[in-house]
């Protein structure tokens, strides 16, 4: 069964630094997205991404965050400088249209110390 | 407005008894409900979703209750097992362009066998 895969599944890094997430949708999935959960909370909407465009953000995606798709098959999440505050798991998630079912990933883990 | 309301926090059910979660909402524009499953470590995995042109859905032991006008729906597990403990979520989304899904806070169920 096709799945949504993830890359690294943990990753440390120090305060400062720069931390690309990697994920690779489901392969005839068009919309793709990020959340994430930090320990012992809900899951929360960061950034849906269709067409090479981000089509819709909530108020954690600042100018920190960074979405790319540079090849046909990988999404990225880039956080340029990570704070203490952005350790969490975070999930990519793909659909095969947009009113269609989303599905996840199993997560990267990132600690910022 | 945007909130998913979640009830209980955690849940303990012997085996073969039925679990019950529950969810309410205020934004009327949700139009799409699914429920997803979480073990520790792994990413969400969608369990069975309502749209509320229905008041009822069931696929095998789960079945989701949806009450438009009390802007209510819940979870069914019947015959619960062992396997069923996991954290579970309700979520939402708002149609049109929206595609954010927006989570309730969990429910930890435990099955004792």
């Known amino acids: 069964e096709p799945e949504v895969t993830q890359t690294p599944s943990h990753q440390v890094t120090q305060m400062g630094q720069e931390v690309i997430l990697r994920c690779v949708p489901i392969s005839n999935h068009l919309y793709f997205y990020w959340y994430r959960q930090i320990l012992g909370q809900k899951v929360e909407f960061l950034v849906s991404?269709?067409?090479?465009?981000?089509?819709?953000k909530s108020e954690i995606f600042d100018d920190q965050f960074s979405v790319e798709r540079p090849d046909g098959s990988n999404f990225t999440l880039k956080i340029r400088s990570t704070k203490l505050e952005d350790s969490a798991m975070y999930f990519c998630?793909?659909?095969?249209?947009?009113?269609?079912?989303?599905?996840f990933g199993p997560g990267t883990r990132l600690t910022v110390t | 407005q945007q909130q998913v309301k979640q009830s209980p926090q955690s849940l303990i059910v012997q085996k073969g008894g039925i679990s019950i979660i529950n969810c309410a909402y205020e934004?009327?524009?949700?139009?799409?409900f699914p429920w997803y499953q979480q073990f520790p470590g792994k990413g969400p995995a969608l369990l069975i979703a309502i749209r509320p042109d229905v008041s009822e859905k069931k696929e095998g032991r789960f079945t989701i209750s949806f009450n438009k006008s009390a802007k209510q729906f819940s979870l069914h597990i019947m015959d619960s097992q062992p396997g069923d403990s996991a954290t579970y979520f309700c979520a939402a989304r708002a149609g049109g362009s929206a595609r954010q899904l927006t989570f309730g806070s969990g429910t930890q169920l435990t099955v004792l066998p």
């Open positions: 991404f269709y067409n090479n465009e981000i089509s819709e």
């Open positions: 934004n009327t524009a949700f139009d799409y």
């Open positions: 998630a793909s659909s095969e249209m947009d009113y269609y079912e989303q599905y």
